[in-house]
């Protein structure tokens, strides 16, 4: 049965980890990860910072990114065609052996939390096995069958159901709103971009499960751990 990992990688030990280390207030969402061979990878990255040129500066001197492509500028965000050409070991491991697809990723305290796809749980530990023989500082956060979870099935993160969630408890869906997102990131502990961001992805990913394609509910079944 396809399983679904939330897996949380130490930037330092992924791609982007020394722009993410030159400009700690920059944040990153991947919208689309393509392995092309067995060194490098295509992401098509959402990328937010105080500094676009410092961010860029800093994309130069990253020696694990290469041809860095600004495609769109959004309201202070920039979506952005590079290729991870280092410390990617366990991306094209999971994409090309293991036949994963990346749902989710995005950079946030140092750290990137990466929400995979697997066609199996097997495959899956495969791929942790593989990170903890080559030193890849990885943690699995949680596992689930494709099945098994309500915002799984709705194409939604933890982190974007769990923003969602909070949004509706606190009245920011009321009209007049009971609370801003300003407040509502500090009820979170996060930034007011960062919750931005997870808003736009998290609406995104419901109105494409909703209202784009048509899902079967499926009954829920219990999953073991890793």
Known sequence: MSTIGEL????????????????????FD????????????????????????ALEDAF???????????????????????????RVQ?????????????LNAESERGRWQLRLLFPDRDSLSRTYDFCREHDIDIDVDAIYAMENERHARFG???EQAEALN???????????????????????DISHQALSERFRRAHGNLVEST??????ETEPQATPDL
């Open 8 to 27: 949380s990688v130490a930037a330092e030990t992924f791609a982007l980890g020394e722009t993410i280390e030159r400009v700690p207030e920059a944040t």
């Open 30 to 53: 991947v919208e689309r990860v393509v392995a092309h061979d067995a060194d490098r990878v295509m992401p098509f990255v959402w990328a937010s910072a105080p500094d676009r040129e």
């Open 60 to 86: 130069a001197a990253d020696a694990s990114v290469d041809n860095v492509e600004r495609l769109s500028d959004l309201d202070g965000e920039w979506l952005y065609r590079m290729e991870w050409v280092a």
């Open 90 to 102: 366990f991306v094209v491991h999971a994409l090309l052996e293991e036949q994963a697809t990346v």
């Open 156 to 158: 939604l993160t933890e």
């Open 166 to 188: 909070a949004a509706f408890e606190h009245g920011y869906y009321e009209v007049p709103r009971d609370l801003s997102v300003a407040d509502l990131a500090d009820e979170l």
């Open 211 to 216: 209202l784009i394609v048509n899902d079967e």
